[in-house]
T-cell receptor
Framework: DAGVIQSPRHEVTEMGQEVTLRCKPISGHNSLFWYRQTMMRGLELLIYFNNNVPIDDSGMPEDRFSAKMPNASFSTLKIQPSEPRDSAVYFC???????????FGQGTRLTVV | AQTVTQSQPEMSVQEAETVTLSCTYDTSESDYYLFWYKQPPSRQMILVIRQEAYKQQNATENRFSVNFQKAAKSFSLKISDSQLGDAAMYFCAYRSAGSGYSTLTFGKGTMLLVSP
């Protein structure tokens, strides 16, 4: 199994630009999470999907952030417009069911200048 | 809401020695899962060990073991015979096993330094 696959690994963009992060969960997993990691705030849950449906998006910072999961094998996290304070590592994770551990992708390091 | 607290920002250990990382959590639920994840400099999040709250027996995975104290809401990780490759950030995490949907809540992490 290839594990959770995220792209890109690194992204540098200018303030005001649109950024799209991509995630392919482990095949067969039906729960998907997007987390943001910063030194100041640690690991924060942004959004949680179950069977492709957003269940908890209370962690999404503001309207500039949006996430979609059009099918069981693909999810995107979009930031528009991006700001320097969005610089962080963004992780995607998936799990089989709601009672198991989550498996993480390699993360995307986003830098907004 | 559940909270997870790791009170040690940084810990140091020498190779071959034993170290214990602390974690406490706050919950009103009786059924849940606890995890320890390791994040080396590569930033990959790796599951180290898991514990089901309904199990009294402490989980063990090779050199890694936990001390789960349900009444005290404490979940510490013991690393025996520490190796240089154990140097990483360690995160404690909580997941509800009750009805409905559940997410993973993480502590702030403990940086483990291993010296030769």
């Amino acid at each position: 199994d290839a594990g959770v696959i995220q792209s890109p690994r690194h992204e540098v963009t200018e303030m005001g630009q649109e950024v799209t992060l991509r995630c392919k969960p482990i095949s067969g997993h039906n729960s998907l999470f997007w987390y943001r990691q910063t030194m100041m705030r640690g690991l924060e849950l942004l959004i949680y999907f179950n069977n492709n449906v957003p269940i908890d998006d209370s962690g999404m910072p503001e309207d500039r952030f949006s996430a979609k999961m059009p099918n069981a094998s693909f999810s995107t996290l979009k930031i528009q417009p991006s700001e320097p304070r969005d610089s962080a590592v963004y992780f995607c994770a998936s799990s089989l069911g709601r009672l198991t551990e989550a498996f993480f992708g390699q993360g995307t390091r986003l830098t907004v200048v | 809401a559940q909270t997870v607290t790791q009170s040690q920002p940084e810990m140091s250990v020498q190779e071959a020695e034993t170290v214990t990382l602390s974690c406490t959590y706050d919950t009103s639920e009786s059924d849940y899962y606890l995890f320890w994840y390791k994040q080396p400099p590569s930033r990959q999040m790796i599951l180290v060990i898991r514990q089901e709250a309904y199990k009294q027996q402490n989980a063990t995975e090779n050199r890694f073991s936990v001390n789960f104290q349900k009444a005290a809401k404490s979940f510490s990780l013991k690393i025996s015979d520490s190796q240089l490759g154990d140097a990483a950030m360690y995160f404690c995490a909580y997941r509800s096993a009750g009805s409905g949907y559940s997410t993973l809540t993480f502590g702030k992490g403990t940086m483990l330094l291993v010296s030769p």
